[in-house]
């Protein structure tokens, strides 16, 4: 059983250490955005005053544990493109023809992208801890889990999307629609309790939000969700992010046993 | 008499269009049993069926004694596939290829590396083994397919048009290993092909399908004695249009042209045929620059029950499509 689940992580993880320069070009990515990002915002709200709005945290400790978990997001996500490569170079229907079952080596898939995007989302955190003092590497083993539980979801969502398609740039046009509005949503950028009601409701609907509020309240202690609903503490955002992320691996393998070759 | 495959009145249907219009065949343990047809006559489709990849619209196929659409597991586990497109990972060795394919059939261990070293040493890709696939030429990538296939030593092997696109070398090469397997392993094959000589070089027995149809099935000596008839090639100096219709002899079966000024015409014997048509041509004076005449061929076959010529039947678009994308991948 867990033998059909390891082997397609290896592939899965494989792939990726040979794909060198896609590797250079997520880091050199992602550390143009915490710059002049980052930093461009921090210097704007380096007053007292601001960290009102951050419950104390000054912008950079707020914004660097969202990114841990808005990165893993889109390379997750993302990682499901791998699915439509797969059809068009062939290499889908050695899976499909293979008696391993289609479920695990499903599984396999997601785990392998999982542990990819979440050591592309620990080299953006490692940078953060360069950035910044405020962040508490005691929560860093609770930031990491929970990263796993949301990459394992993300991943299958986009493998279930991928499913379903047949050209990458129709799937990249999927994702690009999706992941804008959810990492805006998320709270990762601004305090989404302050934002217009509305809006709180959509970002509550998305189980990204509830990442980004873990992560930051395992890495600071400050969590902005509880601000909104007292009764959205880590605990039960914590659950949500399960029940959401077993809820799409199963979609995902559910969509993968029905896919075909026509 | 076991047999390995058994069809009966397969159909498939994709919306209004039949790929495949209810064939029947088998094919004994151990035989090489060839698809001989033009592109899009429904060679792949059968094979996608066989393989658990399809559904069947009707009709039923048993593989290894198992029901293709009621345990497609089982099929799986006792088949080895070579796609007419290739599937490999370019992004991996070969060597990485075939440690995934092992495992993905249940083999690790001593036991795979064993199997991966005896497979690529078989299809001499063993040096390359540590080699990124990319960097492979399209015979290699052939080769390192068939490994893979027979890597699990399957007890079926479905091979999709396996020479497709190659040099005439690298053709010689596979057949040559085709051949191997059976002799070493005893796998029963099966084949699909467009072209003549492969069929008639590989395979035990072979069905000629068109437009979804088997409509012919035997050995090859048995489908060329069908025709029970000879060809007359004659060149002439000026190839006159319609100097087909003018040859009415007695005994002519069938007259066309193929390249340059030559006509063919299908005669019961061609040493009695021959100095006939001489006559013929000299009364109708017509200039004659050789004349050569040879046993049917597959082709010869083929026309006879179509009416055409097997690789005058054109690519369909999505045909046209792949070899494109073949083109590009290799």
Redesign the interface.
Known sequence: MI??V??MT??QI??FI??KSRIAGTLINNILWLLFFGLGWAYTLRGQQFQVLFKGLDYLAFLLPATFATSIFQTSFMGGISVIWDK??????????????RSL?ILGRALGDSIVSIVNGMIMLAFGFGLTSKLNPVGLPLAIAMGLVMALGFTSMGIAIASAMTSPEGFQLIVGTITMPMTLLSGSMFPINMAPQWMQILALISPLTYAVDLCRYYLTGVSLLDSMYPWLNHGTELLLLLITSLALIIVAMRMFERT??? | MEYDITVENLVKRYGSIEAVRGISFTVSRGEIFGFLGPNGAGKTTTIHILTTLLKPTAGKATVAGYDVVKEPDKVRRCIGVVFQDPSLDLNLTGYENLFIHGRLYGLNGQRLREKIEEALKFVELWEFRDKEVKSYSGGMRRRLEIARAMLHTPKILFLDEPTIGLDPQTRAHIWDYIRELRRSYGTTIFLTTHYMDEAEILCDRIAIIDHGKIIAMGTAEELKSMLSSDIVYVKLEHLNGEVCSKISLEGIKNCRVVEGNTIALQVRKASEAIPAILQLLDRLEIRVLEVSYRRPSLNDVFIHLTGREIRDSEASPAETMRMRHRARVR
């Open positions: 033998e059909y390891y082997i290896y592939r494989k792939r040979r794909a068009q170079f062939g290499f889908l229907k050695e899976v499909l023809v293979a008696p391993a079952p080596t075909t070759i026509e």
